[in-house]
């Protein structure tokens, strides 16, 4: 089973009912709460082969995403937190919007919370054939991000070990190395797994997909 990273908190809207407008949490709380300073002061070059990424949404799975209405308000401005359709929200610190101690507003309803969940995948190459190391290099990246995000929490936080590449439809991998050809072929969910090894790293051998994979996942297992 594949197993999503890392932190979930729950916060609570406070305020009144229905669909009025209020104030939910400041958006240096938000940031410090989900540790986006963190992951984003990581050097690029520490950081480049991840796709780091908040799943923000109700609580309640009789709600939807659009219920919550986040929206950053800041100097007589208001910006709508970003979110994709699947609640995934991609955004670096925003420096003004700490430095003026924006409010994030919500029209969701009282007493109900919202779950943001921080999410680490592989970041896939473009095309069909890359560098060994430009795909699975990203597991000892992640690693290493984890552990310094975590901080003193880091002897909690779990150790990634593979990446899950899943695609549309059946799919053939190939790693052309010095030693052999070696193909690995989709299992039933259309997914190929590998785990990262030592010697290809080093000899970075190119690897060949018969079709572009929809995501990375960086997998537990």
Same mark, same amino acid.
């Given at each position: 089973m594949m197993k999503k990273l890392l932190l979930i908190t729950l916060l609570a809207c406070a305020g009144i009912a229905h669909a009025e407008e209020r104030e939910w949490i400041t958006y240096k709380k938000f940031v410090e709460s989900t540790r986006l300073d963190r992951y984003y002061a990581l #050097?690029?070059?520490e950081r480049d082969k991840l796709d780091f990424y908040l799943t923000v949404k109700?609580?309640? @799975?009789?709600l939807k995403a659009s219920d919550m209405n986040l929206t950053v308000v800041h100097a007589g401005t208001r910006t709508a937190l970003p979110l994709d359709d699947k609640a995934h929200l991609r955004m670096a610190p925003n420096a003004q919007w700490l430095a003026a101690d924006a409010m994030i507003m919500t029209t969701q309803a009282k007493g109900e919370k919202i779950s943001m969940a921080y999410n680490l995948d592989a970041v896939v190459p473009e095309g069909t054939e890359w560098p060994y190391a430009k795909l699975m290099s990203s597991v #000892?990246?992640?690693?290493?991000?984890?552990?310094?995000?975590?901080?003193?929490f880091s002897m909690f936080a779990p150790t990634i070990k593979s990446v899950a590449l899943s695609f549309d439809k059946p799919a053939q991998l190939t790693i052309q190395s010095r030693s052999g050809t070696k193909q690995f072929l989709? =299992?039933?969910?259309?997914?190929?797994?590998?785990?990262? =090894?030592?010697?290809?790293? @080093?000899e970075n #051998?190119?690897?060949?997909?018969?079709?572009? #994979?929809?995501r990375a996942d960086l997998d537990t297992e």
């Open positions: #050097p690029q070059s109700p609580s309640n @799975k009789a #000892p990246q992640a690693n290493a991000a984890i552990g310094k995000v975590a901080g003193a989709s =299992d039933a969910k259309n997914t190929i797994r590998l785990t990262p =090894d030592a010697t290809l790293l @080093k #051998p190119l690897i060949v997909v018969t079709a572009r #994979p929809l």
